[in-house]
């Protein structure tokens, strides 16, 4: 099984825990293109409403999470939606994804270094 939504909870002090999908803070997810490895605050029900949190289906598997997530912490400006274990890269991206659908990484895959 592929894994490409780890459930992880924030204990704080120490980090990120892998841990059960019921008990999950939030999510890593590896997402092709500039961003890479993310980890967002998520919940499995209730109203996301004043919370900073995604909604996620607590796939890892076919992750689904809501709403889009919006990335411009890098060189590029990335905005994606991620559905059923794809990214659906939009419009607005700034990068060469721009417009795609693409499925995410395995999130325990080693990734490539990249030299200078």
Not at 53 to 60: A, I, K, Q, V, Y
Not at 97 to 110: H, I
């Amino acid at each position: 099984m592929t894994v490409l939504a780890k459930p992880v909870r924030l204990e704080y002090g120490v980090g990120y825990l892998p841990c059960a999908v019921e008990e999950a803070t939030h999510v890593t997810l590896r997402i092709p293109g500039p961003v890479g490895i993310l980890t967002l605050p998520v919940m499995l029900k209730g109203t996301r409403e004043g919370t900073g949190n995604w909604t996620w289906n607590g796939s890892t598997t076919a992750p689904t999470l809501r709403p889009s997530v919006l990335n411009t912490g890098h060189a590029h400006r990335c905005h994606t939606w991620i559905t059923d274990g794809q990214a659906q890269y939009l419009d607005d991206c700034s990068h060469e994804f721009r417009g795609q659908t693409v499925p995410l990484l395995p999130v325990d895959q080693p990734t490539e270094r990249q030299d200078p």
